[in-house]
Each structure stands twice: as C-alpha cells, then as structure tokens.
C-alpha cells in the first residue's frame, strides 16, 4: 500500500565506495524526484525526472546519478562516496500531466559515510 | 537569484493558535507548498496556492500574496501533535521545488 516506498532506509559505508538507493512509486505518476536533507534540515532538489526530460541541479556533483528502468523506478547511484554525503535522502513523485504540482515522499534513506 | 525565507523556531501553547510566515524570491513561481515534516520522517504535504489568497483545510489554513513574494500558514486550535518543522517550498515553473530551511514548531501544553 506504500505510495513511494524507498531501499535501504539506512545505509552505513565507507568513503571511496559506489552505492545506490531504490526507489518506487506505485501511484502511477510521471515524474520523480531525488532530495537531500542535511544534518540542518535543508532539503534540497537533485534531480527531477521524467520519461522525457531529466533536470539537474548544477550544483549536484557528478558522482550522483539518477537511473530509471521504467517510470515507477528511479534509483540514486553514487560514486566514490565522501563523508559530505552524509544525509538523507528522499525520493519524491507527482503527476505534471495531471496538473497535481504537489509531491509525495518516500519515507527517507540515512546514509552515513564513516 | 531565488531565495525562500521562514522562521527557523516558533512556540506555542495548545489550543491556540500560529502563523507561520514565509518570503521568497523567484524569477519564475508556478505555486507555493507547505509541508509538514515530523523528525525522523518523510515531508508530507499540506497545502497548495497557486493564486493569491487563502486556502483552507480544516484546522489549517495558507494565504498567498504573490506580489509581495509572501506566505503564511496558520494552524488554529493547536494540538501537541502538530509539533514538528513546517516547509514552505515554491515551485518554479520548473518543476523543481525550492524548499526553505523549515519552521520547528514546539507546542506546549
């Protein structure tokens, strides 16, 4: 029943590895999104995508990279992990050709770099 | 440049009731969110004004004035579950939401 559901919900690695974080929506929407809040709570956009178009935020490094096998999927790879991406971070999705702006939120992955 | 402004701590007693404002700053605005995030948890969304005015939602209420770049959310008859940080975030035609750094509000008994 989970509308954006998101794996692993904690992720403890070492500096230097490649991770990645799933994530699925079963809400039938269009576009999907990736955020990361910091230890301040700043949540901030990465990567906003649909089955058309991607859109990066230039100030996203390009270790991060979003992958999507279909439209209800869009997995956060990251490489060569640093100790700054210590975060959380959410996936998110709505529907822009239903003109719903709004978006849902996965429960959250922790990630913390050692 | 963008730019998104709100508090960043608020008290109130339950019962009563809070405003919670926010400012921006956009070349491009395409609706103003609110959502409410309790710690440990995922943001989940309250409220939406795309025109100027007040949207309201049961115990809770948004206002939007967009040539004044201004926001409020008003939360009436407080409850101790409603402690928990309130995002204002706006959409910029892009469909990226830019969210500011969030309101904690603490509600006292």
């Known amino acids: 029943d989970t509308a954006v559901s998101q794996t692993p919900k904690y992720l403890v690695t070492q500096m230097g590895n490649d991770k990645s974080i799933k994530c699925e929506q079963n809400?039938?929407?269009?576009?999907m999104y990736w955020y990361k809040q910091d230890s301040k709570k700043f949540l901030k956009i990465m990567f906003s995508?649909?089955?058309?178009?991607?859109?990066i935020n230039e100030t996203v490094p390009n270790r991060f990279s979003p992958k999507s096998p279909d439209k209800a999927h869009l997995n956060l790879h990251i490489n060569s992990l640093e100790l700054g991406d210590s975060a959380v971070y959410f996936c998110?999705?709505?529907?822009?050709?239903?003109?719903?702006?709004?978006?849902?939120f996965g429960p959250g992955t922790r990630l913390t770099v050692t | 440049g963008q730019n998104i402004d709100q508090p960043t701590e608020m008290t109130a007693t339950e019962g009563a009731i809070v405003q919670i404002n926010c400012t921006y700053q956009?070349?491009?605005?395409?609706?103003l969110f609110w959502y409410q995030q309790h710690a440990g948890e995922a943001p989940t969304f309250l409220s939406y004004?795309?025109?100027?005015g007040l949207e309201e939602k049961g115990r809770f209420s948004s206002f939007l004035s967009r040539s004044k770049g201004y926001s409020y959310l008003l939360l009436k008859e407080l409850q101790m579950k409603d402690s928990a940080s309130y995002l204002c975030?706006?959409?910029?035609?892009?469909?990226?939401?830019?969210f500011g750094g969030g309101t904690r509000l603490m509600v006292k008994p």
């Open positions: 998110a999705s709505s529907s822009i050709v239903e003109g719903s702006l709004w978006q849902y």
């Open positions: 809400l039938g929407h269009d576009t």
């Open positions: 995508y649909n089955n058309k178009e991607l859109i």
């Open positions: 956009t070349s491009g605005f395409n609706g």
């Open positions: 004004n795309v025109l100027d």
């Open positions: 975030a706006f959409n910029n035609a892009g469909n990226m939401l830019t």
